[in-house]
């Protein structure tokens, strides 16, 4: 299954990333895996995340991370919206 990214998704995930690197590359690395390893669960099992909101979005965490992202299972794919830390205000609409 195609993913693919809004642009607040890609904002969010490389400020993350960015700030992680500063601090301790290693951990930014395990980023980078536990969104590779995420991404690929969904697009096997798009319906495992819990969903979130109205509009059929749902949330996934990255591995053993605080994050977690925000997307949508449409018919084109999975869509990315947004990537939050847990203790965000994450449960308004992306």
């Known amino acids: 299954m195609p993913v693919t990214w809004s642009r607040?998704?890609?904002a969010d995930f490389t400020a993350i990333y960015n700030r992680a690197l500063d601090e301790d590359a290693r951990y930014a690395l395990n980023l980078v895996e536990s969104l590779?390893?995420?991404l690929a669960r969904l697009a096997d099992f798009s319906r495992?995340?819990?969903p979130v909101g109205s509009h059929g979005h749902c949330k996934w965490r990255l591995g053993k991370t605080p994050f977690l992202i925000i997307y949508a299972d449409e018919d084109r794919g999975l869509n990315?919206?947004?990537?939050?830390?847990e203790r965000l205000d994450?449960?308004?609409e992306p």
């Open 80 to 85: 990315i919206l947004r990537v939050y830390h």
């Open 8 to 10: 607040r998704a890609q």
């Open 48 to 50: 495992l995340g819990t």
């Open 36 to 38: 590779d390893a995420a």
């Open 90 to 92: 994450w449960g308004f």
